[in-house]
């Protein structure tokens, strides 16, 4: 081996160093999913940590009240030194003379005291009344955690289908783009031989032009589109799985627009917070009310000192144990005015409570609505594929036989495509909508996100890996390519 091949080995390694730590600390990347990404979320997502956090908080408070009904001790001590000096002196006679005479004294002692006091509510409306409310606010908190997450839950799942639907929108563009693309060189062939008119030219290019610019943008709404997944769940993916075709598209179980919303009405969140909230705010007339009650402690004191003073021994304790009662006759009117303005406070949460009712039966009936339109749509737009398959094969045997014009055959072209990608979007839409109504009912749970994760295949994967340089914009770079940021 020769001398410089371990300075060589020391070189290689002192590179791969920092490589091997660029990778450790690394985001995880990997496929996923729609089952594996939502269960990152909730353990993941930051919005749902800070209602899991404030529900806890409130939980806390729940602890700080009851401590106001428990008995209540407390000590004080103190050890000090007292110099104190006295001086007298006799007055002189009446034209003012000089002091006749007089004495100087002091007195020098330490001493030490010792206090303890016991307290015990036996009456205090408003603290109880206090507790009482803590409670319903720790409830109405779990209500809105559950809110947040069924939130998440429908966050999650919407933007994974948006993948999947800018996707499928994407291949459509590619395969429109392509399609157009070569109509366009066959009309620049024919015009070269003289079979057609450079009108015809310039119609294929205005067409292809069009086609690439809705390939950009379809590839940017891609591109777009799974930065949600990053934000919800803090992980990245290299694909995600993709929508299985004989997805089956059916209208909502229960069958009817009333049943939804009985279900909302006793399963929704929303309508529950609300309601919590009236009994939150009743909890405070109460405790307001309250402030006209008389209050009743039960106490104990016990009180020790000692000092030397005059170098005599012993000590002074005392003993108190009493029940002290305290009734509040007048405070300027607030008390009399805390309970008109909780009063008021109290209403104003039962027309939101009423309010928000009314919201969830109408988004109820609206999405059941458009869930039950978006079975038809699907099926509506599968037969569009197939009637604007069949009239593009007939403008192009048409156009061949001179019976056509170059304009007929690309709309055809483009009426295809767009078929194709309005049946994708179709199928999310469907989807999403059906998955927004159970989340509007309150029945959106991870059990439904599992059934509907029965329907994605591995098979029809979407890759989502990222490129190491910035998308050009032509249709062979990676799809859902993040844009490099310029170098400072």
């Known amino acids: 081996m020769s001398p410089s091949a371990p300075s060589s080995s020391r070189l290689s390694l002192r590179h ?9 600390f690394a985001p995880s990347v990997q496929a996923a999913d729609l089952l594996t990404i939502t269960q990152d979320a909730l353990a993941n997502s930051s ?31 103190s050890l000090y030194r007292s110099d104190s000096l006295e001086s007298q002196h006799a007055a002189g006679g009446a034209g003012g003379g ?24 036996l009456f205090d409306a408003s603290n109880w009344y206090q507790y009482q409310q803590s409670k319903k606010q720790v409830g109405q908190q779990a209500l809105q955690l559950e809110i947040d997450q069924q ?40 015009f070269n031989v003289g079979l057609v008119a450079i009108t015809d030219v310039n119609e294929a ?41 004989d997805l089956p598209i059916a209208s909502p179980k229960p069958a009817t627009r009333d049943d939804w919303v009985n279900l909302a009405m006793t399963s929704s969140p929303s309508i529950r917070y609300a309601e919590a909230g009236v009994d939150v705010a009743k909890s405070s007339v109460d405790i307001a009310r309250a402030g006209h009650l008389p209050t009743l402690n039960a106490y104990a004191d016990y009180a020790y000192s000692d000092n030397d003073i005059d170098a005599l021994r012993g000590h002074n304790e005392n003993v108190e144990v009493g029940v002290q009662a305290k009734l509040p006759i007048y405070s300027g009117g607030s008390t009399s005015a805390s309970v008109r303005q909780n009063t008021y406070s109290l209403e104003s949460t039962q027309y939101d409570f009423e309010d928000q009712r009314r919201y969830t039966t109408q988004q109820v009936r609206s999405l059941f609505t458009q869930v039950v339109n978006d079975v038809e749509s699907v099926d509506a737009q599968r037969e569009a594929i197939v009637s604007s398959r069949s009239a593009l094969e007939a403008t192009r045997a048409g156009y061949d036989v001179g019976t ?50 029965q329907w994605l295949r591995d098979s029809k994967r979407v890759s989502l890996k990222l490129a190491d340089t910035p998308s050009t914009g032509s249709p062979t770079d990676d799809i859902g390519a993040r844009p490099t940021p310029p170098a400072p």
């Open 98 to 121: 000089a002091a006749a005479g007089g004495s100087t004294s002091g007195q020098d002692y330490n001493g030490s005291s010792l206090g303890v006091n016991v307290t015990q509510v």
């Open 151 to 190: 939130q998440l839950l429908y966050d999650v799942s919407s933007a994974y289908f948006e993948i999947l639907r800018a996707k499928e929108v994407l291949d459509s563009r590619e395969a429109q783009s392509k399609a157009i693309g070569r109509q366009l060189e066959q009309a620049k062939e024919q």
């Open 205 to 245: 290019k205005a067409a292809y032009d069009s086609a690439r610019a809705q390939l950009i943008s379809a590839r940017s709404d891609l591109q777009v589109s799974f930065e949600a997944l990053e934000r919800l769940t803090g992980k990245q993916y290299d694909s995600i799985d993709g929508l299985a075709d």
């Open 16 to 24: 791969a160093l920092p490589l091997l730590l660029a990778a450790s």
């Open 47 to 77: 919005s749902l940590n800070a209602s899991r956090s404030t529900f806890r908080s409130t939980e806390a408070g729940q602890d700080v009240q009851r401590g106001d009904l428990l008995p209540q001790i407390s000590a004080t001590g």
């Open 404 to 453: 056509r014009n170059i304009v007929d055959v690309l709309n055809a072209e483009q009426s295809l495509y767009e078929s194709i990608s309005n049946y994708a979007d179709a199928r999310y839409t469907y989807v999403t909508d059906l998955l927004q109504l159970r989340q509007q009912a309150g029945v959106l749970s991870l059990d439904v996100i599992r059934g509907t994760n």
